[in-house]
């Protein structure tokens, strides 16, 4: 990340290893930054003119790297899983798009509701790279069949802020899907441009675990024995719960590697920096936010054998609720409330990351680096309840990683 231009917010984010990715910068002073991939392939601003003043202080205002904050405005606040209004599980009534999407389709399947339903005119989300097929861009499908093509999880950088700017100038309505930071970023841009509240009535996001990088990829290409050069189509997931992590090879044939191995035996282990001290995994700044519904064995581990997807879908706010309901009522999605003191066991991942995220980042402050300023997260009732010993461990891993340069 380059700093020029006396860009005080992107020095700060740059001296803590912060960004994460979102394009927010790039939004806000699109003449100034632009969006590149750096080693080992993640998505950075690079400054390559002068940031006015005023831009920069809004991307201090606005950039997740440096804080979030979500009010409850007198929801339920639980304080693992932060604001909401309902809770379901469930899944797409489309046979064929629920086998497809990632986690019972219900995503999706919300998309195609909104578009055919007239609420809005087109869909901000991501697909994949023409030329890298693991790779990740930004698309704006206009139908339903544009909507299921780009059905799926990509576990791979993207900057879908960095091309909100011509959203903004249209007529038109667009519902934004995007990553928790993401939707934060633009949830916070909101405050200061009464265009998004017209141009993008509803944001959606999904319970994210980290954004891994081109490395993650490449490394999975290589599990499977792969050469880059070979593949022409490459999805994470999806064709079944959780599904395969599948390349297509120019010949046409396939090669795939299980959930477990990709994502817990590759990818995770990828994931950038800033990732790791984000209590925001779940999306708290959408309307509706997305999950995997995943089964629990014995122990209460999530379980990863293959079938039919089922989705969380958590109503953030009352306009998400209302929308969930529409589309059920429109035979879109089948919905079962869910009880959220459920969840912890579904989601071990996102338990454990939020409640240890204040030791991680005390170890940061220990260590001199820049932190984010995070709001409405119940940090401090959450680690009370990490453990003793997860929290030494956390605390000592991340000041010796620091001390290693290994951040």
């Known amino acids: 990340m380059t700093a020029k231009g006396g860009s005080i917010a992107l020095k700060k984010v740059a001296d803590g290893n912060l960004c994460s990715g979102c394009g927010a910068c790039a939004a806000i002073?699109?003449?100034?930054?632009e969006m590149q991939l750096v080693d080992p392939g993640f998505l950075r601003p690079v400054v390559l003119d002068e940031v006015a003043p005023e831009e920069d202080a809004r991307i201090s205002s606005v950039c997740p790297g440096l804080g979030i904050a979500i009010e409850p405005d007198k929801?339920?606040?639980?304080p693992l899983w932060g604001p909401y209004v309902e809770l379901y599980t469930g899944f797409s009534r489309d046979p064929a798009l629920r086998h497809k999407a990632s986690s019972g389709g219900a995503l999706s399947a919300l998309l195609v509701h909104l578009l055919e339903s007239g609420e809005v005119d087109r869909v901000l989300q991501v697909g994949a790279d023409n030329e890298v097929p693991f790779a990740n861009r930004s698309v704006v499908s206009t139908t339903s069949a544009e909507v299921i093509k780009h059905a799926g999880s990509r576990y791979a950088p993207s900057?879908?802020?960095a091309n909100v700017g011509p959203l903004l100038e249209s007529e038109l309505r667009h519902v934004f899907v995007g990553k928790p930071c993401d939707v934060a970023a633009l949830r916070a841009m909101a405050r200061d441009d009464p265009r998004i509240a017209l141009r993008i009535p509803w944001m959606l996001s999904f319970f994210c675990a980290g954004v891994p990088s081109h490395a993650g990829a490449r490394e999975v290409l290589a599990k499977m024995g792969l050469e880059e050069s070979d593949v022409v189509r490459f999805r994470y997931r999806g064709n079944g719960w959780p599904g395969n992590a599948t390349a297509t090879l120019r010949n046409g044939q396939t090669a795939k590697l299980s959930y477990s191995?990709?994502?817990?035996?590759v990818l995770s282990r990828h994931v950038q920096a800033r990732c790791k001290i984000c209590p925001d995994g779940t999306g708290?700044?959408?309307?509706?936010?997305?999950?995997d519904a995943w089964e629990t064995n014995a122990k209460g581990y999530p379980v990863f054998e293959e079938r039919d997807g089922i989705s969380l879908v958590m109503a953030r706010t009352e306009r998400g609720h209302a929308l969930v309901r529409s589309a059920e009522a429109a035979?879109?999605?089948a919905l079962t409330p869910f009880d959220v003191g459920m969840l912890e066991g579904m989601q071990p991942g996102q338990t454990s990351k939020r409640r240890l995220t204040l030791v991680r980042m005390a170890a940061l402050r220990l260590l001199g680096r820049p932190i984010p300023e995070y709001r409405g997260f119940h940090l401090l009732a959450n680690a009370r309840k990490a453990g003793m010993r997860a929290s030494v461990r956390n605390f000592f891993g991340t000041l010796r990683r620091g001390f290693l340069g290994r951040l």
Not at 29 to 33: Q, V
Not at 284 to 291: E, L, P, R, S
Request: hydrophobic letters at 45%; proline letters at 7%; charged letters at 20%.
């Open 284 to 291: 708290g700044a959408a309307d509706v936010v997305f999950a």
């Open 75 to 78: 929801r339920s606040d639980d």
């Open 261 to 265: 191995e990709s994502w817990g035996g």
């Open 29 to 33: 002073a699109p003449t100034a930054i």
């Open 159 to 161: 900057a879908p802020l």
């Open 331 to 333: 035979g879109r999605l």
